[in-house]
């Protein structure tokens, strides 16, 4: 019933949206991925295609984050460390601060507007401090993937810019997710900022169900041509928390709605599920998909659908229109307020000195400390581009599951 109910809803969101659309697009030949799941058990609630490659775009930063809260714990550098804002973050592409190059803040900054403003050039920035420079940081991005059990996923970038080997899959995000929310509940609150300053200017986060959706905690949208509009989202009610990954609509509304379903549904479950238990290490997918869908067309291209469909997702009224899942936004609070430079200490001289960029030293990619939920106890060096390791390939398999990527490039 609840899969009924689900499917209905998000069956009526893109018949709206294909109304829009009118003869000038084609709808999207594949319906995405998605996925809903506890937080705290990793019990699958609703889920489709949730082993499906598809690009990430943004959400790649909650990798990029969880590396650096890692990096903390292991007492490489801490919140007040700087970050070297390079050459090279300097160049990344939109969207970005800008900021020039020399640029110093420390990385409790950094990170606050990588997760708001979702900056490329801040993501680089913070890469380059924690690894040296971002293949050695996607390195570590891939080590992290791998002890998390997270077999299909590949990182070449910290940002989640186009790049056809940087795959993930909405399970997989579950379980990034899911890693974030237990392993570093002393950091929730850089998941859930609602609203930056930096000197005059005020940032909003691009995840809207911070202000309008009850018990939203945090978490990352993204958006490329490519992957189309992207969105891990959690929230918290009665004591219960869930998931949600949502990936591939054709706005930031329809995802923002969709997810808010998925959420609605994940809360609304009281008690043990029916049926074998379904767990984020155990579920598959429908078929054996080996490349993401590229949605370029159908978001960005000719086949596009117009933009008056996103105006239905915000609870248009009349006969058979959707009922919206969001509130009317509520105030959290004045922005949090951002700042550049770094802290100065005094030298032995009674002089006031900056903080100068420590590179931490490089760290075996290897995982020492454990692997993650169904992972095998030991694994061989890591190399980014040989493709699933023979651990990887063992759950997939006793999962059912189609047979493995093919090996990705090497950085």
């Known amino acids: 019933m609840r899969l009924q109910a689900l499917a209905a809803a998000i069956g009526l969101m893109a018949s709206?949206?294909?109304?829009?659309?009118?003869s000038e697009s084609e709808p999207v030949p594949v319906k995405a991925p998605f996925i809903v799941a506890d937080a705290r058990t990793g019990d699958v609630i609703e889920h489709f295609d949730a082993l499906r490659p598809w690009y990430p775009?943004?959400?790649?930063?909650?990798?990029?984050?969880?590396?650096?809260?890692?990096?903390?714990?292991?007492?490489?550098?801490?919140l007040d460390s700087p970050v070297v804002y390079s050459d090279t973050a300097a160049?990344?592409?939109?969207?970005?601060?800008?900021?020039?190059?020399?640029?110093?803040?420390?990385l409790d900054n950094a990170l606050k507007?990588?997760?708001?403003?979702?900056?490329?050039?801040?993501a680089v920035a913070v890469a380059e401090t924690i690894a040296g420079d971002v293949d050695g940081f996607a390195a570590r991005m891939n080590a992290e993937a791998l002890r998390l059990g997270m077999t299909r996923s590949h990182f070449?970038?910290?940002?989640?810019?186009?790049?056809?080997?940087q795959v993930t899959t909405a399970r997989d995000m579950a379980l990034l997710a899911r890693a974030l929310l237990r392993d570093f509940p002393e950091f929730r609150d850089y998941l859930r900022i609602h609203a930056i300053q930096v000197g005059k200017k005020v940032l909003r986060n691009y995840n809207t169900l911070l202000e309008?959706?009850?018990?939203?905690?945090?978490?990352?949208t993204g958006f490329i041509c490519a992957s189309g509009y992207n969105l891990v989202a959690s929230a918290e009610r009665d004591g219960r928390e869930v998931i949600a990954v949502v990936f591939g609509?054709?706005?930031?509304?329809?995802?923002?709605?969709?997810?808010?379903i998925l959420l609605d549904e994940g809360l609304a479950v009281r008690g043990p599920l029916a049926g074998p238990p379904l767990t984020l290490t155990s579920v598959s997918s429908g078929k054996a998909y080996t490349e993401p869908l590229d949605m370029r067309p159908y978001v960005c291209g000719p086949k596009r659908a117009t933009a008056a469909s996103e105006a239905n997702q915000d609870g248009a009224e009349g006969a058979g229109a959707p009922v919206s899942?969001?509130?009317?936004?509520?105030?959290?609070?004045?922005?949090?307020?951002?700042?550049?430079?770094?802290?100065?200490?005094?030298?032995?001289?009674?002089?006031?000195?900056?903080l100068v960029a420590r590179m931490p030293r490089p760290r075996p990619i290897l995982p020492t400390d454990g692997p993650g939920e169904g992972v095998a106890d030991a694994f061989a060096p890591v190399d980014p581009g040989a493709g699933l390791s023979a651990p990887a390939q063992a759950i997939d398999s006793a999962a059912g599951l189609p047979a493995a990527l093919p090996a990705s490039p090497a950085n």
Not at 16 to 22: D, M, P, T
Not at 57 to 78: C, D, P
């Open 16 to 22: 709206l949206a294909g109304v829009a659309a009118a």
């Open 212 to 220: 309008r959706y009850p018990g939203a905690t945090g978490m990352k």
């Open 156 to 165: 070449v970038n910290p940002h989640g810019l186009p790049d056809e080997r």
């Open 57 to 78: 775009a943004s959400t790649t930063k909650l990798m990029t984050i969880y590396v650096a809260f890692r990096a903390i714990a292991a007492g490489e550098l801490s």
């Open 91 to 106: 160049a990344q592409p939109p969207s970005k601060m800008g900021f020039p190059a020399g640029t110093l803040l420390t």
């Open 249 to 260: 609509e054709q706005g930031g509304k329809m995802r923002a709605e969709h997810a808010a």
């Open 325 to 354: 899942r969001l509130t009317d936004p509520v105030f959290l609070g004045p922005p949090i307020r951002v700042s550049l430079g770094v802290p100065r200490v005094e030298a032995a001289d009674g002089s006031s000195v900056t």
């Open 113 to 122: 507007i990588m997760m708001v403003k979702s900056a490329n050039d801040v």
